[in-house]
């Protein structure tokens, strides 16, 4: 007899070329996904049907065993919120085996990235805090509204994050100023940006996992996954993603439970970060407020519909997913009694607002949360910050109104994630 520890396994996804096609048998297609420990749950459902036959005594079953039907899958994990340890510099290729990327890309539904160039990215003379000079041909080649970018503050060493609102040859203009201007020659890097898809034409992506536990047997491939999304953002921990996807079926796998490979993985601790709000003509660069403050959350509302039909594959009645209408993002902050935002009259004048979260400032990781059209949903009750006056101030996002006549999903997203 053998019993192993159930914290042991090994997690492995893809971005499926067919619905519910079973890819194991590839596992080339298959990255490993960094994973916290004991968070990955997959359980694999088949519905048993009682056929009700008519039986001549109480408790008998005779020609009348359960018959099996339609099946289906969950699983249930944590990731990280993580860099990838080596930031698009601006002329370094981008990489084709980064895990986290491909679960954002499928979930959220729209990727962005821009086109490396023939040498590093510099921040050029006569850059100011709303629009800053890069080297020649970098701007609308890397760079791209609602795409994002980060460059290095001379006074701090510290890279400040700042989605695009604009963009030409040889700038970039920030959503919100920096918090001074950037010198000649100070790096930049630029992020893979992941927004929300409209899914108006076809049905969502999805993805297939297969997932290994230390016990024989214990091996299984969940088939066309689709799931919603969560985020950790805890003060002094590390950033986390959590992801609760279902299957459209499953079947078990003759994996066996081989050495991992974990690459593009840089965990960053939620600390030497900023939140920074932005004030004034959403459609401008908009004024830069450094939001001191206890707590943050972002509720993602991502929800997904199954497309059910006979024809489905691999006995799943489910032939594919669209995403449920709602809002995309909701969140709260524990903030300071600060005299110089006033949150009431915010909420009051229903001000358009910009929200963006950077968690981590180094080249090492950094991540951008961003909210670029949001409104208070909420009287910002007064509510005590570590015992110190302050407000819990609520918001609601909705789509991207900063940027003119935006042209793909993730230029409108309500939502998005730029991951350096």
């Not at 001074?180 to 790096?187: F, K, L, N, R, T």
């Not at 796998?253 to 840089?266: C, G, Y």
């Not at 009051?348 to 990781?365: A, K």
């Amino acid at each position: 007899m053998t019993v192993q520890v159930s914290a042991l396994g090994r997690t492995r996804i893809a971005a499926e070329a067919a619905f519910a096609v079973d890819e194991s048998g590839t596992p080339a297609n298959f990255l490993d996904l960094p994973i916290v420990e004991n968070s990955g749950t997959f359980v694999p459902l088949t519905d048993h049907l009682e056929p009700e036959l008519q039986q001549q005594y109480l408790h008998s079953f005779t020609n009348s065993k359960m018959v099996l039907a339609k099946k289906s899958s969950t699983l249930a994990l944590q990731t990280y919120l993580a860099g990838t340890g080596a930031p698009q510099d601006g002329n370094n290729a981008w990489s084709t085996t980064w895990a986290l990327g491909r679960l954002l890309s499928v979930l959220m539904g729209a990727v962005q990235q821009g086109t490396p160039q023939a040498a590093a990215t510099t921040v050029q003379a006569g850059s100011t805090t709303s629009s800053v000079n890069v080297t020649a041909g970098h701007g609308n080649t890397l760079g791209s509204p609602g795409g994002a970018y980060a460059v290095r503050i001379q006074s701090t060493g510290l890279y400040e994050a700042r989605e695009i609102l604009s963009c030409t040859a040889n700038a970039v203009v920030p959503k919100v100023a920096h918090s001074s201007a950037p010198v000649a020659g100070e790096p930049i890097i630029w992020a893979t940006t992941f927004g929300l898809t409209n899914n108006q034409a076809g049905l969502l992506s999805t993805l297939q996992f297969i997932i290994e536990g230390a016990e024989s047997g214990d091996e299984y491939v969940g088939l066309g996954m689709q799931g919603t999304l969560a985020i950790d953002i805890t003060q002094g921990q590390i950033a986390k993603l959590s992801a609760n996807l279902t299957g459209a079926s499953w079947v078990r796998s003759a994996a066996s439970l081989a050495a991992s490979t974990i690459t593009d993985f840089s965990p960053i601790a939620h600390m030497t970060s900023e939140l920074i709000l932005g004030t004034g003509t959403i459609t401008s660069t908009q004024t830069r407020n450094l939001v001191s403050h206890s707590s943050s959350t972002w509720t993602p509302g991502l929800a997904n519909l199954p497309v059910t039909s006979p024809e489905g594959p691999a006995s799943s009645g489910i032939i594919g997913w669209k995403r449920a209408r709602g809002r995309a993002i909701t969140g709260q902050v524990q903030v300071y009694d600060d005299a110089a935002t006033n949150w009431i009259t915010a909420d009051t004048n229903r001000t358009d607002l910009s929200l963006f979260q950077q968690i981590g400032m180094t080249t090492s990781g950094i991540v951008l949360l961003s909210a670029p059209t949001v409104q208070l949903s909420v009287v910002p009750p007064r509510t005590p910050a570590n015992d110190l006056y302050g407000f819990l101030v609520s918001w609601a996002g909705r789509n991207d109104e900063a940027i003119s006549s935006p042209s793909t999903d993730v230029q409108r997203s309500a939502f998005r994630i730029h991951i350096f």
